[in-house]
């Protein structure tokens, strides 16, 4: 897909905007909410859930800075533009889940041995307000998950959360109808679990990004094969494919052409495939000749 070099400014980008900050306030009323309930109930696994909700209107508050910072235009310190800002902010979102999600490891494991009393009526009326409330974030988020890996992430997140208040809630019953306080501390291990084990799923888009990896959905051998099957294209080296944001795929590349090869417009030849067939509307291409030699050191087009 191309993209425009100069802004990131995506349709009806305010009233997501807008969308963005109703999530963060009902989730941030929510956290107040459970995390009193939890400490006046007795409950860690109602405070779980709640330091859990705090975490993703905090990834929600990353994500809509992010979406501002990342529309800004290229400048002289940005020439690429500002688009990985939403990358950073989804690196600091689940680096922040996973203490959270050790932190309540050591809370419920530290309840194991003598769990206190729980208030189960509490619990649950707060987990039913949570899992409304989640449901609801969700609902907003939807759209705009599709087109930013940050709001994707706090999308994921709130159907996880969703899930949790559903424990929570049946851990309420438990306690209620057999006074099973162990279920507690259980609940909220595997509320940690599934929180550690959501971000591992999610982590590995974020690090390829800013580790310059190559997109999953191009193989280098692919577009090396491409364009030295081009006429006049002698060598294909120094291929470097990478994502400069979230959905916009870069190349650089050294071609070595056949003497008396024009090289204009073979250039051109190549950049129009790559976009067509790849998706690569950035791609940076050296031309080089055996004869002339090459900007590689190493001296990889002199060799045969």
């Known amino acids: ?109 530290g309840r194991m041995a003598n769990p206190p009393e729980v208030e189960g009526w509490v619990v649950i009326w707060l987990a039913g307000l949570a899992l409304v409330i989640d449901l609801g974030t969700a609902a907003l988020t939807f759209r705009l998950s599709r087109e930013s890996l940050n709001i994707r992430a706090a999308f994921l997140h709130n159907l996880a959360d969703a899930g949790a208040s559903v424990a929570v809630i049946v851990g309420g019953v438990v306690i209620l109808l057999w006074d099973w306080r162990l279920v507690d501390p259980i609940l909220t291990i595997g509320i940690s679990a599934f929180i550690l084990w959501h971000v591992v799923a999610d982590l590995g888009p974020v690090l390829r990004i800013l580790m310059l990896g190559a997109p999953r959905h191009l193989a280098e051998a692919e577009v090396a094969a491409r364009l030295g099957g081009l006429a006049g294209v002698e060598e294909v080296h120094h291929l470097h494919l990478f994502e400069i944001e979230e959905g916009r795929a870069a190349l650089e590349v050294h071609l070595v052409l056949a003497e008396g090869a024009d090289f204009a417009p073979l250039i051109a030849q190549a950049k129009a495939m790559l976009a067509a067939e790849f998706g690569l509307a950035h791609a940076v291409i050296e031309p080089e000749t055996r004869a002339g030699g090459c900007a590689d050191p190493e001296g990889a087009c002199l060799r045969r």
């Open 1 to 109: 897909m191309a993209h425009d070099h100069h802004g990131h400014h995506h349709p009806h980008a305010d009233h997501g905007d807008r969308q963005v900050a109703f999530a963060v306030a009902i989730n941030v009323l929510l956290t107040v909410a459970q995390v009193i309930g939890g400490y006046l109930a007795g409950s860690v696994a109602l405070i779980a859930d709640g330091v859990h909700n705090f975490s993703d209107a905090a990834a929600l508050v990353l994500a809509f800075g992010a979406r501002r910072i990342a529309r800004r235009a290229p400048d002289a310190a940005m020439s690429f533009g500002y688009g990985r800002a939403e990358v950073v902010a989804a690196l600091v979102n689940y680096v922040a889940l996973i203490l959270v999600a050790l932190w309540l490891l050591a809370e419920a494991l």
